[in-house]
C-alpha cells in the first residue's frame, strides 16, 4: 500500500501500534528486536513484490492431471506407537514395502535427517490393517489428496478455470471448488494416502527429527495407470488451456505392472503432450522416484516435452544423477546451501537443454513426438528457499513476483494459515549466499527490503527468494504442489 493512500483511522492505528511496540521494545533483548524488525521486513518486502501483478489473463485456464486420492493424515509417531511398530535398529531404504520391519526400517531412514518419502505398500493386507488404524487414531484429519487435485484447488483459489484429469468418487468431486471440472471415470472407492506427519526435533526411539516432514505410504488401484487418461484428452481440445500440468506420476514408481502396461501408458501420454499446440506451456511436478526405469521412461517420453519443471530438494539431485547416468540417490541433504542448488539446477538444464538440441538435430527425427520443447522454466523449492530459472524471452512472465509468491505459499500452507504470523516464522537462509561453489563466485548479500535477488547469466535470469520457515507445523504433505501451483499462477 502506498504512503499517500493511508486512511485516516490508520495513522492513530500506527500510534497505538508503535505504542504497543515500544512496551514490547521494553521486554525484549536488543538481538529478539532486531530478528522481529528483520523477518517482518522481509515479510513486508514479499508481500508486496507478490502484489505487484496481477494476472495477465483474465481467468488464466490450466488443465492439471493425474489421478488424486483421500489423504488420511496423521501424527506419524503416535500412529507407529499405536501399530506397534517399534523402533527398528537399522534405518535400511527400501523401494517398497512389503511388512512392518520394513516399514519401521524405511521409516527410520527419513525420519531422522527429516527428508521427505513416499513408499508403496506391496501387502494389501498390512495396508487395510494401516489404514483402520489410522482411522481410529484422535487427531486425525482427511483431505484432498495427491498432486493433482491439490494444484488444482490451489490453482483455482487464485483465480484459474481449471480442468482435473482425475478418477473420483462422487463424495470426492462434490468437496471440489466450482472452478474445477473433473475429467475421469466415477469410482466407488477413492485410493487412500497415509501421511505420517511429524515436526522438528520429535522423538521416535532413539531417533530425533532434523525437520519437519512427512512419510507417505500407499497403496493404489487407480491411479497408477493414469485411468483418467482418455478422458481428459477428449475434453482437453474444447477446454483450450493456457497451461497444461502434468503430476502424479510417481504413483507408478514400484507398482507391480504387468510386462510392458508402463510403456504403454506413458507413450499414451507422450502422445497428449507431443500433440498439443507448441504454444501451450506443459509443466511436469517431479516427486519422490526410486525406480530407476520409471525415471528412464520418464527421460524419454514426459520431460522432452515440458517446458517447465518444478521439484524439491531431494528431487533435483535424483534427477541430476540420473541424467549423468549415475544410480538413483534416495537421500540428499534436507538441508542444503543455495550454491550446491543452483550449481544442481544450472547442470540440469543445461543437460536437458543440450539433449533437446541434439535431437532436434538429428535429421533421422523429423516428427514432433520425438523432438518435444527446450526447457525455460526450473522451479525448486526448499525448506529455506525457492529458487528459479527462467529464459529470457521465454513465455514465463512475473518471475520476480512469482518466487514471492511461491516463497509466501510455503508459509501458509505449513503454518496452515493465509495470514502470516512472525512469531511462528524464522529466517533460515544465511544473510547472504553464494551463487555457486565455482571459485570467485559472486556473494549476495540477503536484503531485507528486497528479499528477493534476481541476475543474469548464460541465456537466462535466476531468482532466489527466502522462506519465512513456519515453525508451528499444521501440514508439509502438498506443501511442493500448493507452492508450485502459486509459482505459476503468476506466469502464465
Ligand atoms: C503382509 O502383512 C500381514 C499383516 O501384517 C503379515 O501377516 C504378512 O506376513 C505380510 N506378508 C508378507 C509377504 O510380508
Ligand atoms: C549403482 O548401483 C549398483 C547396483 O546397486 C552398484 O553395483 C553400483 O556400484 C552403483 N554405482 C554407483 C556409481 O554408485
Ligand atoms: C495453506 C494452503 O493454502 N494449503 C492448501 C494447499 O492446497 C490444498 C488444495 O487446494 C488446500 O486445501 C490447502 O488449503
Not at 481440445?237 to 507398482?255: A, E, K, S, T, Y
Not at 537421500?331 to 537443454?353: C, F, G, H, K, W
Amino acid at each position: 500500500m502506498e504512503e499517500g493512500s493511508r486512511l485516516p483511522w490508520m495513522r492513530y492505528g500506527s500510534a497505538v501500534s508503535l505504542f504497543v511496540v515500544i512496551l514490547a521494545l521494553w521486554f525484549r533483548s536488543p538481538q529478539d528486536v532486531e530478528l522481529d524488525y528483520r523477518l517482518d521486513s522481509v515479510l513486508s518486502s514479499l508481500l508486496r513484490a507478490e502484489r505487484k501483478v496481477g494476472m495477465n489473463n483474465a481467468r488464466p485456464r490450466v488443465a492439471i492431471g493425474f489421478g488424486g486420492c483421500a489423504d488420511l493424515i496423521v501424527d506419524g509417531v503416535s500412529f507407529l506407537n499405536k501399530m506397534g511398530i517399534l523402533n527398528s535398529d537399522q534405518p535400511m531404504h527400501h523401494d517398497y514395502l512389503e511388512n512392518a520391519e520394513q516399514l519401521a526400517q524405511s521409516f527410520a531412514y527419513f525420519f531422522a535427517p527429516g527428508a521427505a518419502a513416499e513408499r508403496f505398500m506391496l501387502n494389501e493386507t498390512l495396508f487395510s490393517e494401516l489404514v483402520e488404524c489410522a482411522r481410529d487414531l484422535p487427531g486425525n484429519r482427511w483431505a484432498v489428496g495427491g498432486n493433482a487435485p491439490v494444484m488444482a484447488g490451489r490453482m483455482a483459489t487464485e483465480g484459474c478455470d481449471v480442468l482435473l484429469g482425475g478418477s473420483f468418487s462422487t463424495d470426492f468431486t462434490d468437496v471440489l471448488s466450482r472452478h474445477i471440472t473433473v475429467a475421469g471415470k466415477d469410482i466407488e472407492e477413492p485410493d487412500i494416502h497415509l501421511i505420517l506427519e511429524y515436526s522438528s526435533s520429535t522423538s521416535w526411539g532413539h531417533y530425533t527429527s532434523q525437520r519437519a516432514n512427512r512419510y507417505i505410504i500407499h497403496s493404489d488401484d487407480h491411479n497408477p495407470y493414469l485411468d483418467s487418461l482418455e478422458e481428459f484428452a477428449k475434453k482437453l481440445r474444447d477446454f483450450r488451456p493456457d497451461l497444461i500440468v502434468v503430476g502424479g506420476l510417481q504413483m507408478m514408481d514400484n507398482f507391480p505392472f504387468l510386462p510392458g502396461e508402463r510403456e504403454a501408458v506413458l507413450s499414451r501420454l507422450e502422445g497428449l503432450l507431443s500433440t498439443s499446440s507448441p504454444q501451450i506451456g506443459i509443466h511436469f511436478e517431479m516427486a519422490s522416484f526410486v525406480d530407476e526405469s520409471i525415471v528412464d521412461d520418464l527421460l524419454h517420453h514426459v520431460i522432452p516435452h515440458a517446458d517447465s519443471l518444478g521439484m524439491n530438494e531431494q528431487e533435483l539431485p535424483n534427477l541430476l544423477s540420473l541424467l549423468k547416468g549415475s544410480n538413483i540417490t534416495v537421500l540428499s541433504d534436507p538441508n542444503p546451501r543455495v550454491a550446491t542448488v543452483l550449481d544442481q539446477m544450472r547442470e540440469v538444464y543445461r543437460i536437458l537443454n543440450q539433449r533437446h538440441k541434439d535431437t532436434s538435430s538429428d535429421s533421422n527425427l523429423d516428427s514432433a513426438k520425438f523432438k518435444g520443447k527446450p526447457l525455460t522454466r526450473l522451479h525448486v523449492h526448499t525448506l529455506a528457499f525457492q529458487a528459479m530459472i527462467v529464459t529470457h524471452g521465454s513465455q514465463w512472465k512475473n518471475t520476480m513476483s512469482a518466487i514471492a509468491k511461491a516463497s509466501l505459499t510455503a508459509n501458509r500452507h505449513v503454518c496452515g494459515s493465509n495470514d502470516i504470523d512472525l512469531s511462528k516464522a524464522r529466517l533460515i537462509m544465511d544473510d547472504s549466499f553464494s551463487v555457486s561453489h565455482r571459485a570467485g563466485s559472486q556473494r549476495i548479500p540477503l536484503q531485507e527490503t528486497r528479499p528477493v535477488s534476481c541476475w543474469d547469466e548464460d541465456d537466462y535470469q535466476i531468482c532466489v527468494a527466502p522462506v519465512l520457515v513456519c515453525t508451528e507445523v499444521y501440514q508439509t504433505a502438498g506443501g511442493g504442489d500448493n507452492i508450485s501451483a502459486a509459482g505459476l499462477v503468476l506466469q502464465i
